[in-house]
């Protein structure tokens, strides 16, 4: 395939600049935690990482599509792909995640207030500000619209009152985007989304240990936090609108979380473990007819993601896909880990030493029987598709 004039000079200032601006730490594997840059008021960055999130921001590039006046690249999809590719072909890490860029940004830019946009957009793209979601509450996860955290009208602002729990990031991050109860008679129509910093009185947190030994998320109470009205998002009683919106997003994040994760192949992993036959072919039959297997379905997903981002460039994308892109991704990143663990072998279950990277492997396979749980259970996504796309008559 060829490539216009302009993408192609596009292609060329981009690597001469990656090649100039990439910090070499910065295009080596990432493979601890402390490798993935979340940025924020308390972060605590290497030099090589702030100067890679800097040189990034200071062209949009952290968020390319984002238009340049919110502090994105302002990027045509076609020139964001030709960015990725060569970060890609450079090995350079991500300058920044976020949930910021992946869920909150995308629904301020379709219901912020202008002045909430220019607030919080460039913030995001620069990393000053990391955020957290609040969403689930005890009583309230795939019926998330039977969620009880009240607000208060009290004129110019709101007081809140209530509990979330896993919360990822809640006591690392800044500020959260949160939903809360603003009128007790309705469900789905009494629910507004509103945001506020973390450090406001009345916001603690309180982390939950998970079987990976990490606690990558909390319980979150709010006790008479103070929220000034013009961090409400949407109008009054119009959140579920903005929260649904902004799942969509989440979904497909989530979806596309297994992509690209890993330092090594699940080939090299295999090889590394059970070695090659006199053919060259992986020496272990079935792991190697179940990898081949995989990588067919994989192939078939990277197909639909394309296929899929084509659909929405054009605005045809049913809304609903996100659930069938949420669904398929978290399975089969399950499947990827379930694989790599056995491919590995005993050794993989080590959990504590240098060798195996403080059980960077086993704490990974553990983390991703989350995936079909978090942005919405895998059964709730098989109910989305069910109804809203086969359109299956209700039970
Ligand atoms: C790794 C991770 C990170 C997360 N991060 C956040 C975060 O940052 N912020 C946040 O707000 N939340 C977060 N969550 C919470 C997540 O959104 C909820 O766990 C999820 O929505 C499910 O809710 P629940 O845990 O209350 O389970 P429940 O809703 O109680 O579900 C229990 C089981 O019942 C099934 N079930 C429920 N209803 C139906 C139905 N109608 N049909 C069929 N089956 C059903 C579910 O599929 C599930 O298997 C996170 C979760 C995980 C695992």
């Not at 045509?76 to 992946?102: N, T």
């Not at 989304?193 to 990558?216: C, E, N, R, W, Y």
Request: overall charge neutral; some cysteine.
């Amino acid at each position: 395939m060829t490539s216009s004039p302009d993408i192609s000079d596009f292609r060329a200032s981009t690597r001469a600049w990656l090649e100039a601006h990439c910090p070499a730490d910065m295009r080596k594997p990432m493979e601890r935690e402390e490798d993935s840059v979340w940025a924020g008021r308390n972060a605590k960055l290497s030099t090589a990482q702030k100067q890679w999130l800097d040189a990034m921001a200071s062209r949009g590039w952290t968020v390319p599509t984002w238009p340049t006046e919110y502090g994105g690249g302002g990027l045509s999809h076609a020139d964001a792909k030709v960015l990725a590719q060569e970060m890609a072909a450079l090995g350079c890490r991500p300058p920044l995640l976020s949930f910021g860029i992946w869920m909150l940004g995308p629904a301020l830019l379709k219901f912020g207030t202008e002045a909430q946009k220019l607030e919080h957009l460039p913030k995001i793209t620069r990393g000053e500000i990391r955020w957290c979601q609040g969403y689930s509450e005890p009583n309230a996860g795939s019926d998330l619209a039977s969620l009880a955290s009240r607000a208060e009208d009290r004129g110019d602002h709101f007081i809140v009152n209530g509990q979330k729990i896993w919360t990822s990031f809640g006591d690392k991050a800044d500020w959260i985007f949160c939903l809360v109860r603003t009128d007790t008679a309705k469900k789905h129509t009494g629910i507004s989304f509103v945001l506020f910093d973390m450090a406001t009185p009345g916001v603690s947190t309180k982390p939950i240990q998970l079987i990976s030994g990490k606690s990558p998320f909390c319980e979150t109470f709010f006790d008479n936090v103070r929220v000034e009205k013009s961090n409400l998002v949407g109008s009054l009683n119009a959140g579920w609108e903005v929260a649904k919106y902004l799942l969509t997003h989440e979904r497909e994040m989530i979806g596309a979380m297994g992509e690209g994760a890993l330092p090594q192949s699940l080939q090299q992993i295999a090889i590394a473990a059970v070695g090659l036959d006199g053919h060259g072919r992986l020496a272990d039959l079935q792991l190697r007819a179940q990898i081949a297997e995989f990588d067919m379905d994989e192939a078939a997903f990277h197909a639909t993601l394309a296929r899929f981002g084509e659909l929405a460039k054009a605005r045809k994308a049913h809304p609903a896909m996100s659930s069938m892109l949420k669904y398929y991704g978290a399975e089969l990143n399950k499947r990827r880990w379930e694989l790599i663990m056995s491919a590995a072998g005993s050794d993989a279950l080590e959990w504590e030493s240098d060798r195996s990277n403080y059980g960077g492997l086993a704490r990974t396979w553990l983390r991703t029987k989350g995936n079909s749980i978090e942005g919405g259970t895998s059964e709730v996504q098989l109910n989305v598709i069910a109804k809203r796309i086969l359109e299956l008559p209700g039970a």
